[in-house]
């Protein structure tokens, strides 16, 4: 890996296509989801656009993102873990609030209270994170960490209306909170 030397100054050109053609592949890949119009002809359309960025990002001299950093396996399961811990988190903030809210009836203030005992654990495990990774190593702390994140939002997900806030909510965020520092 190369550094810049401290004082030097490289002027760089930005890979102004790759921008603009990564931007709309990721618009119309969102848009073929949940957006507007024909949800498949929107879709095809960002995939498209999303092989020709692999493509042109392949054969330009200065790629805005560079594709051998996919050529070793640990990254790649790095780059899928971290996708997919990404996808889940962003649903569980988003569906475990309204579901405090419309089944608890607790106000906006409330819901936030409701996640302190997960705050709690996050601060508690991001503290240790340093300390575990010296002792085990990082695969198997990643492991660990996502068996004990899918227990934790696998638990949230068999949720039923009426069940108990501690038991049905606030273990599962406290478990998703353990490994999300």
């Not at 051998?68 to 990404?86: E, G, P, V, W």
Request: proline residues 4%; hydrophobic residues 50%; positive net charge.
């Amino acid at each position: 890996m190369k550094f810049l030397q401290k004082g030097t100054i490289r002027k760089e050109r930005l890979d102004l296509t790759g921008s603009i053609i990564s931007c709309l592949a990721m618009i119309f890949i969102i848009n073929g989801i949940s957006g507007i119009g024909s949800h498949l002809i929107s879709l095809t359309i960002g995939l498209l656009l999303l092989i020709y960025f692999i493509y042109h990002e392949y054969t330009t001299d200065k790629p805005i993102l560079p594709l051998n950093l996919f050529k070793t396996t640990k990254r790649n399961m790095a780059y899928i873990i971290r996708f997919s811990y990404s996808a889940a988190i962003t649903g569980f903030w988003f569906f475990t609030p309204l579901m405090l809210q419309n089944d608890y009836k607790l106000s906006p203030i409330m819901v936030g209270v409701s996640f302190l005992p997960m705050t709690i654990f996050n601060f508690i495990s991001a503290d240790m994170v340093s300390y575990l990774t010296k002792k085990f190593g990082s695969i198997p702390l990643m492991t660990v960490g996502l068996i004990i994140t899918t227990i934790g939002f696998g638990s949230l997900s068999l949720y039923k209306t009426g069940f108990n806030y501690w038991l049905a909510v606030a273990l599962p965020m406290i478990t998703v909170g353990i490994v999300k520092g």
